[in-house]
């Protein structure tokens, strides 16, 4: 009953709007992004296969278009630090794509109704925080994809099961016509199996840098993400290695002292160089040292 009443929502394909509505739905795919990779593929595709990224705080889709526009290949939306929520990240994902970059989400904790919720919004992949265990990113892995079944004990088993996992086996075409850019992201990204969702384990812990080795080895990790901040190098050193091993990807945020093009070269393919709320901070304390030559950013001459 509720996809009849759906299905009698959409507008006629023929009579006196038909037209308007060929109009509109033709002004809306013309500002689709025209490339439909997704991001997991396009990291996937060679050894040079590289995205910049940054960091959404601020939870402004104007703000969010306007990093993309910018020539970002990635949005994190950052739900780990930043007031954002769910319903919010909808306008961010859709803005991001818009302009034609890739959005993915960095969650806050490992939360069952968090990472279920944030998957059926149209995100590209996660990123979870603070992971120091196998056992955390095991966990991360079920809960993407497969809530209710456990797959450890069987390799072959675990293969088949990320091939055919129910997510990205959804159909969300029956969507209508005011949403029908969400429901057909959300779908066009849950009917690819294999290259659909980017999964990524954050290590920013010498805790989780020690047991690199073990959580890069997670069937169904695509991605080992490194957050310096309170790494040493050494422990840095060990998380790329353990990540090489693996035959796991590589991203981070960018570690102190080094350019963009050093941890590309490096071997990382996804480098958060920036944020929104940094470069916006940067751009506002620009204008007023030009304005004001002379006088601090405080105001103070």
């Not at 265990?133 to 991360?140: G, I, M, Q, T």
């Not at 994809?145 to 969300?172: I, T």
């Not at 075409?173 to 005011?178: E, G, I, R, V």
């Amino acid at each position: 009953a509720a996809e009849n009443l759906v299905l009698e929502a959409k507008p006629p394909a023929s009579g006196p709007k038909a037209e308007l509505v060929k109009w509109v739905a033709s002004g809306r795919q013309a500002r689709l992004a025209p490339d439909t990779e997704t991001l997991v593929a396009k990291l996937r595709k060679g050894k040079h296969a590289r995205a910049l990224g940054a960091l959404a705080r601020l939870d402004s889709a104007p703000a969010m278009e306007l990093i993309a526009k910018s020539g970002f290949d990635v949005v994190v939306v950052d739900h780990a630090r930043g007031p954002g929520d769910l319903l919010g990240a909808v306008g961010l994902i859709h803005a991001a794509s818009l302009a034609g970059a890739h959005a993915i989400l960095r969650v806050p904790a490992l939360s069952h109704a968090h990472l279920r919720r944030a998957l059926q919004i149209g995100v590209e992949g996660v990123i979870l925080p603070h992971v120091e265990s196998a056992d955390e990113a095991y966990e991360l892995v079920k809960l993407c994809l497969y809530p209710s079944q456990s797959y450890r004990d069987d390799s072959h088993a675990a293969e088949a099961r990320l091939r055919n996992q129910p997510f990205r086996r959804m159909d969300f075409s029956f969507a209508p016509p005011l949403v029908e850019f969400y429901g057909q992201r959300v779908a066009e990204f849950t009917r690819r199996q294999g290259e659909a969702l980017l999964v990524a384990a954050q290590i920013d812990s010498p805790l989780g840098a020690e047991n690199a080795r073990a959580i890069a080895k997670v069937t169904g990790i695509d991605m080992i993400f490194v957050d310096a901040l309170r790494l040493s190098g050494l422990d840095v050193e060990r998380v790329e290695e353990a990540a090489r091993s693996a035959g796991k990807m590589l991203g981070g945020l960018l570690v102190p002292g080094c350019s963009a093009e050093d941890m590309f070269r490096a071997g990382y393919k996804l480098v958060c160089a920036a944020s929104d709320q940094h470069l916006l901070s940067m751009a506002a304390r620009t204008c007023v040292r030009t304005l004001r030559p002379g006088g601090g950013a405080d105001g103070s001459r």
